[in-house]
């Protein structure tokens, strides 16, 4: 799945990815791949899968798309 970052909380590493038509997805930095946090900024592309926590879903594997 892709989406574009709504969102970065840079104090505390983590975001949200504003999907089309869906619900925003929570990410943190442990979620991202080949990419470090520092290097997103709001607007940039990414490409994801769709985990699940006990907060309910969220990104994970992460990647710039």
Request: hydrophobic share 35%; proline share 2%.
């Amino acid at each position: 799945m892709t989406g574009k970052i709504k969102k970065l909380v840079k104090e505390r590493k983590f975001g949200f990815i504003a999907r089309e038509g869906e619900a925003d997805l929570f990410f943190h930095t442990k979620d991202l791949q080949g990419v470090t946090f520092e290097e997103l900024n709001e607007g940039d592309e990414l490409s994801f899968e769709i985990g699940q926590t006990e907060k309910g879903p969220n990104a994970t594997n992460v990647t710039r798309a």
